[in-house]
């Protein structure tokens, strides 16, 4: 069993940036495919961006190619989610997950283990 916390969400103007942080606890993660997902109010959760296992093979929702950065720190059990020039159409609940699979995987019906979730509003 996985447990997957997130933090670093926050209010935030747009333009601004924020570091959303995932630590995974219950056992090493090191294997495991981690993503970002996020749920805009009204709207249904969608894919952010995903790092395979060894972190070389990363994969983003077209949204935010140029603008987030996912990375992972496999010796800590973490991944991190850098998110630059937020826009407001960033704002949402931001999840962590953790999929089984060795590929990044952009389908939530993939991912085994999902975090509580951080709050992001990004103001105009």
């Known amino acids: 069993q996985v447990q997957l916390e997130e933090s670093g969400g926050g209010l935030v103007q747009a333009g601004g940036s924020l570091r959303l942080s995932c630590a995974a606890s219950g056992r090493t993660v090191s294997t495991f495919t981690l993503g970002w997902f996020r749920q805009a109010p009204g709207k249904e959760r969608e894919f952010v961006a995903a790092?395979?296992?060894?972190?070389?093979?990363?994969y983003y929702a077209d949204s935010v190619k140029g603008r987030f950065t996912v990375s992972r720190d496999n010796a800590k059990n973490e991944v991190y989610l850098q998110m630059n020039i937020l826009e407001p159409g960033d704002t949402g609940v931001y999840y962590c997950?953790?999929?089984?699979?060795?590929?990044?995987?952009?389908?939530?019906?993939?991912?085994?283990?999902w975090g509580q979730g951080t709050q992001v509003t990004v103001s105009s």
């Open positions: 997950a953790a999929s089984g699979l060795v590929a990044a995987q952009p389908y939530d019906y993939e991912y085994d283990y």
């Open positions: 790092a395979s296992w060894k972190g070389g093979n990363t």
